[in-house]
């Protein structure tokens, strides 16, 4: 069974630029979530998905972070404009059953 | 709202000595808790999860883990560790309402192995 998928692994960008990031959750699974993992934290929930409907995106900073799952499948994470403080490990992962998340390789952002 | 703490940011063990991970949590109602680990440049793969009945859990890699209520711990253990097992490991707790099914991480504590 193939994990979740993320693309770009890495992505060096200027502050004040935009970036996209785009996660492939495991087949059947019905939730999604991305979370923020910032150099020596532990990762932060940013947004969760069920199916196509946001179930939770409380500490998305929206001004900035954007985020679609479109068909209920893949999704997308776009930061427009990036800061220097946005530079992180974004990970995505999806679950089947309630209780038990899988998460991809994440997506290693650096902002100059 | 919950928490959880792992208070040692970096730990050195020697290939072969044993070892214990604390975790402490802050969650109002029965808690669900995991271990994941992280190899650099990687996701968070589980390596062992609690949700009810037996204290004493068992996961990958030879790990196992003890939920102590009364201490609102789920330390992690392993009885001999090999230089594979350098990495960075994460205590989580779950909490599943109306909200949805969040996972609140600890800060991580990196594992360093001697030879």
């Known amino acids: 069974e193939a994990g979740v998928a993320q693309s770009p692994r890495y992505k060096i960008i200027e502050k004040r630029q935009s970036v996209a990031f785009w996660c492939n959750p495991i087949?059947?699974?019905?939730?999604l979530y991305w979370y923020q993992q910032i150099l020596g934290q532990g990762p932060k929930l940013l947004i969760q998905?069920?199916?196509?409907?946001?179930?939770?995106d409380s500490q998305l900073p929206k001004d900035r972070f954007s985020a679609e799952r479109l068909k209920g499948v893949d999704s997308t994470l776009k930061i427009q404009p990036a800061k220097l403080e946005d530079s992180a490990v974004y990970l995505c992962?999806?679950?089947?059953?309630?209780?038990?998340?899988?998460f991809g390789p994440g997506t290693r952002l650096t902002v100059l | 709202a919950q928490s959880v703490t792992q208070p040692d940011i970096h730990i050195t063990v020697s290939e072969g000595a044993s070892l214990e991970l604390r975790c402490n949590y802050s969650y109002g109602a029965t808690p669900y808790l995991f271990w994941y680990v992280q190899s650099p440049g990687q996701g968070l793969q589980l390596l062992l999860k609690y949700f009810s009945g037996d204290t004493l859990v068992q996961g990958i890699k030879g790990f196992e883990a003890e939920f102590k209520r009364s201490q609102s711990s789920f330390n992690l253990r392993k009885p001999s560790v090999h230089w594979s097992d350098a990495a960075e490991y994460f205590c989580a707790v779950g909490a599943w309402d109306n909200a949805g099914n969040m996972l609140t991480f600890g800060g991580g504590t990196r594992l360093m192995v001697k030879p």
């Open positions: 998905f069920q199916n196509n409907g946001v179930v939770d």
């Open positions: 992962a999806s679950s089947l059953v309630v209780r038990e998340q899988f």
């Open positions: 087949s059947g699974h019905a939730t």
